[in-house]
Each structure stands twice: as C-alpha cells, then as structure tokens.
C-alpha cells in the first residue's frame, strides 16, 4: 500500500523513485531487512520492476504494473512479456441493497419501527414511568 500511495502521489507516472525511509515509515516497517525482503519478494512476483540506487541523493527506480478487473482473464500467450502479471479474476458481488425491492423493505422498516419507537416514548404512561424511576433512583442515591 506504501509504494500505490507513493505512485499515487507521482499520479501514476511510469516510473518513480522512492526513498527507503519514507517507505518504511508509509508501510510501518521499522527493519531495512524486513523492507529488502518485502521489495525483493514483489520484484519476484512480477508486481513491481524494482532498480536499486546506491546513491543516497538519488532513491530507487520503481516500475507498477497496472492491474485490471475485466469478465474474463486477459493473457497474450502468443507473445509473452517479461512484464506480464497473471492476475486472476475477482469477482465483485453486488450487495443485498443494491436491489430496490430490498431498499424498499429496509425503508419501510426504518420508518414503521421509528414511528411506534417514538409513540413509546412520546406515550403518557412512558413518560409516568420514566419519572417514578428516575424519583426511586434519587431517593436510594441520598440514602447511601
């Protein structure tokens, strides 16, 4: 998420450069092993092209593949590329409140629980009880 964020901040160039520390303080890595290793793992996978720089002014080359969600996987097997990721596909479920009818149920019930919740406590009798309760309360209170 440290290195999305960052190359959000360079607004998707192709490639950036990042700085060690600012990546560990993003990521709340607190080794340079741990970050070597995590660098050295996406580089592995494919989910980064990842150049070192020896040169403390100058951070280190960093390349993002761009991965999409589609219907179906799009792999060119005819002419494969070292830069290729294999991402499976996701599948995003619509939620229960996407469907009207189900907002319509939900609305419904919103409003009739609300209405008889307020005649309860708009009620007469409610209001008679919420007073001698909080009288009984007052009174064990100067007792103690």
């Known amino acids: 998420m440290a290195l999305f964020q960052l190359w959000n901040t360079n607004r998707f ?12 303080q993003y990521s709340k890595i607190g080794s340079k092993s741990t970050y070597h290793r995590c660098i050295k793992e996406l580089s592995h996978w494919k989910y980064i092209l990842y150049s070192p720089s020896h040169n403390p002014f100058k951070g280190s080359r960093v390349k993002m593949f761009q991965f999409r969600i ?33 907002q319509f ?35 064990t209170q100067l007792i103690d």
């Open 13 to 24: 160039v192709e490639v950036f450069f990042i700085n060690r520390e600012e990546v560990m």
């Open 105 to 139: 149920v939900k609305r419904t019930f919103d409003v009739a629980f609300s209405f008889l919740i307020s005649i309860f406590f708009l009620s007469s009798s409610f209001q008679k009880i919420g007073v001698s309760l909080f009288c009984n309360f007052s009174v």
């Open 70 to 102: 589609s219907d179906s996987q799009e792999v060119d097997l005819n002419h494969p590329k070292t830069e290729q990721a294999l991402v499976s596909y996701i599948n995003i479920n619509k939620l229960p409140l996407d469907n009207i009818y189900n």
